[in-house]
């Protein structure tokens, strides 16, 4: 089986920290996501990556960045933490071909305080 | 732009019983891909089961089949049996190829009643 793992169930910073969460999958799959969940607005994509070294905008990316420099982990930065992003962090993988699913990791349950 | 509506944020049904989660979306594309995932709570979320817009034979996993109506851009969810443990929040989601991001739905909250 997939196994998408992510490196904190639950996480909290303060307000203008920088906070690294990282994520890691075992499948070498080439697409990788960054999500956040928000109650009624289901999930909502930060930034994505097909390829190492690759990223592309979401639909909310301001406030966030992305790194990816291995196959295996795509690490979402929140570079001034602000009490707006306090959320549930999803992250996500796929193989690179069409109609494949994504398989997601347990998330993050981040509090900026 | 692509959207994606789940018209019901809350569903209950009885064990056994059946119940159907409503799905529609907007796209001008002529192919593409449809998937329902469930989150239960504080679990991992799972793929259900996936529709590929070409494909006019409705998909089904075990207790779990769609109704696809591609001229109505319509992508329910019919769960056959309910079980306890398909309690969860389901999102019902779309997705032109695998190198274009996936769009959510705002999810459906289903609970089982035993």
């Known amino acids: 089986d997939v196994k998408v793992t992510q490196s904190s169930r639950y996480l909290v910073k303060r307000t203008g920290e920088k906070v690294f969460l990282e994520c890691v999958q075992d499948?070498?799959?080439?697409?990788m996501f960054w999500y956040r969940q928000d109650p009624g607005l289901g999930l909502r994509l930060i930034y994505f990556?097909?390829?190492?070294?690759?990223?592309e905008k979401g639909d909310i990316p301001e406030g966030y960045s992305v790194s990816r420099e291995k196959k295996e982990r795509f690490s979402l930065i929140l570079e001034s933490a602000s009490t707006n992003q306090t959320s549930m962090y999803l992250c996500?993988?796929?193989?690179?071909?069409?109609?494949?699913?994504?398989?997601f990791g347990d998330g993050t349950r981040l509090s900026i305080l | 732009a692509q959207t994606v509506t789940q018209s019901q944020p809350e569903m209950s049904v009885q064990e056994a019983e059946t119940v159907t989660l409503s799905c529609t979306y907007d796209?001008?594309?002529?192919?593409?891909?449809l998937f329902w995932y469930k989150q239960p709570p504080s679990r991992q979320m799972i793929l259900v089961i996936r529709?590929?817009?070409?494909?006019?034979q409705n998909a089904t996993e075990n207790r779990f089949s769609v109704n696809f109506q591609k001229a109505a851009k319509s992508f329910s969810l019919k769960i056959s049996d309910s079980q306890l443990g398909d309690t969860a929040m389901y999102f019902c989601?779309?997705?032109?190829?695998?190198?274009?991001?996936?769009?959510f739905g705002p999810g459906t909250s289903l609970s089982v009643i035993p």
């Open positions: 996500a993988s796929s193989l690179g071909q069409d109609n494949q699913p994504q398989h």
């Open positions: 499948m070498d799959h080439e697409n």
């Open positions: 990556s097909y390829d190492v070294k690759m990223k």
């Open positions: 796209t001008s594309e002529s192919n593409y891909y």
């Open positions: 529709q590929e817009a070409y494909k006019q």
């Open positions: 989601a779309f997705t032109k190829t695998s190198y274009d991001k996936v769009i």
